[in-house]
């Protein structure tokens, strides 16, 4: 099928594809503290990821994001969640959720990036930082996702005050 047979037309809905990367190491997980000077999420911890550029997969926009902002390579990675938000736009973003898993002794030489600081935390101590507002519900379900399961899917969107909404397939 011809690229002009695809149904892309300007005025149906759209999403932008992201995508999110968590590496887990025994009981913790690698994070990242956005920069202070960054537009969005500044001081607030988060996964590791990015937009999927043109002509790029998102497995290898993955990986690609978690060079560029880890210096971690080699890490197999598993999806463990697609979601999709709804911004109340036309303009929509799908984003896909990628899990990693190295041994407890490894300790992988991290380098700095200009997104923010690393930082491997122990999971009991998630409640106490400042996580970005989807994390609280969506790292248990990727840390708890297994290879052999389908990936969980979810649905954000965003209330008339502006309030996120967040609501996971049964």
Same mark, same amino acid.
């Not at 990821?49 to 560029?68: K, N, P, T």
């Not at 984003?95 to 923010?116: C, R």
């Not at 990936?151 to 965003?158: Q, R």
């Given at each position: 099928?011809?690229?002009?047979?695809?149904?892309?037309?300007?005025?149906?809905?759209?999403?932008?594809?992201?995508?999110?990367?968590?590496?887990?190491?025994?009981?913790?997980?690698?994070?990242?503290?956005?920069?202070?000077?960054?537009?969005?999420?500044?001081?607030?911890?988060?996964?590791?990821?990015?937009?999927?550029?043109?002509? *790029? @997969?998102?497995?290898?926009?993955?990986?690609?994001? &978690? /060079?560029?902002?880890?210096?971690?390579?080699? %890490?197999?990675?598993?999806?463990?969640?697609?979601?999709?938000?709804?911004?109340?736009?036309?303009?929509?973003?799908?984003?896909?959720?990628?899990?990693?898993?190295?041994?407890?002794?490894?300790?992988?030489?991290?380098?700095?990036?200009?997104?923010?600081?690393?930082?491997?935390?122990?999971?009991?101590?998630?409640?106490?930082?400042?996580?970005? *507002? @989807?994390?609280?519900?969506?790292?248990?379900?990727? &840390? /708890?996702?297994?290879?052999?399961?389908?990936? %969980?899917?979810?649905?954000?969107?965003?209330?008339?005050?502006?309030?996120?909404?967040?609501?996971?397939?049964?």
């Amino acid at each position: 099928m011809p690229a002009s047979d695809q149904g892309v037309f300007h005025e149906r809905y759209r999403v932008i594809p992201r995508v999110l990367v968590f590496i887990s190491r025994g009981r913790e997980v690698l994070l990242i503290k956005g920069a202070p000077s960054k537009r969005l999420w500044a001081n607030l911890y988060n996964g590791i990821g990015g937009h999927v550029e043109q002509g *790029e @997969d998102v497995i290898s926009a993955a990986y690609r994001e &978690l /060079a560029e902002e880890t210096g971690i390579s080699g %890490v197999p990675l598993m999806l463990s969640a697609i979601i999709s938000i709804d911004t109340g736009e036309k303009t929509g973003i799908g984003m896909y959720v990628f899990k990693g898993i190295i041994g407890e002794e490894d300790d992988p030489k991290l380098i700095s990036s200009p997104e923010g600081s690393l930082e491997w935390v122990h999971q009991m101590d998630l409640v106490a930082l400042p996580l970005v *507002e @989807d994390l609280p519900a969506l790292l248990p379900k990727v &840390l /708890a996702h297994r290879q052999n399961q389908p990936p %969980v899917f979810g649905l954000y969107s965003y209330s008339n005050n502006g309030k996120l909404i967040i609501h996971f397939a049964k």
